[in-house]
T-cell receptor
Framework: EDQVTQSPEALRLQEGESSSLNCSYT??????LFWYRQDPGKGPEFLFT???AGEEKEKERLKATLTKKESFLHITAPKPEDSATYLC????????????????FGEGTQLTVNP | DAGITQSPRHKVTETGTPVTLRCHQT?????MYWYRQDPGHGLRLIHY?????DTDKGEVSDGYSVSRSKTEDFLLTLESATSSQTSVYFC?????WGYGYTFGSGTRLTVV
């Protein structure tokens, strides 16, 4: 069974204070690892897809990295508008195509950035 | 959430009544999904569809049924709502195998 564990559950930062969120996973062959951002009362918004160990993706102050067992979302000099819940999800490569691109999600890290 | 719409956004219903939630997409994507999101559990897959009239169960499908008669619409039905089905329900779509999802804005359902 695919599993995703995110840590910490909650993180409070001061504006400009860089940090990292962790996503540990177990999956029977990783096809893709996904990061999403979710604001209160809204659906998750896609940020990144990572496919293989060593891969990195960047978007503004966010940088996602991937190893064979975990992924990190690095936040550099965060701003209050980066406050949100960040979700990690994995997709197994063993699924049949008719099964769709089923994702298994972690519970998320709630990030608060204070001005 | 351009291209994907959920209705209603909020609903309060009584235990034992049937409830249908609707997901409508304008992207012509093959895959559609229903998830529920609860504190302590994160997002859990209820049902999904890989084409018109092609659906399958997810990890928490008991008490739910789905239908997809057109590419653009995916309906989730609670045949007899229970308090344990109080949750926020999200619909998602994906273009093809290996792609991430685009989510709708969610439906907050309360069963009293």
């Amino acid at each position: 069974e695919d599993q995703v564990t995110q840590s910490p559950e909650a993180l409070r930062l001061q504006e400009g204070e860089s940090s990292s969120l962790n996503c540990s996973y177990t999956v029977s062959g990783l096809r893709g690892l996904f990061w999403y951002r979710q604001d209160p009362g809204k659906g998750p918004e896609f940020l990144f897809t990572l496919y293989s160990a060593g891969e990195e993706k960047e978007k503004e102050r966010l940088k996602a990295t991937l190893t064979k067992k975990e992924s990190f979302l690095h936040i550099t000099a965060p701003k209050p508008e980066d406050s949100a819940t960040y979700l990690c999800a994995v997709q197994a490569s063993s699924r049949q195509e008719t099964s769709g691109s089923r994702l298994t999600f972690g519970e998320g890290t709630q990030l608060t950035v204070n001005p | 959430d351009a291209g994907i719409t959920q209705s209603p956004r909020h609903k309060v219903t009584e235990t034992g009544t049937p409830v249908t939630l609707r997901c409508h997409q304008t992207e012509n994507h093959r895959y559609m999904y229903w998830y529920r999101q609860d504190p302590g559990h994160g997002l859990r897959l209820i049902h999904y569809s890989y084409g018109v009239k092609d659906t399958d169960k997810g990890e928490v499908s008991d008490g739910y049924s789905v239908s997809r008669s057109k590419t653009e619409d995916f309906l989730l039905t609670l045949e007899s709502a229970t308090s344990s089905q109080t949750s926020v329900y999200f619909c998602a779509i994906s273009e093809r195998w290996g792609y991430g999802y685009t989510f709708g804005s969610g439906t907050r359902l309360t069963v009293v």
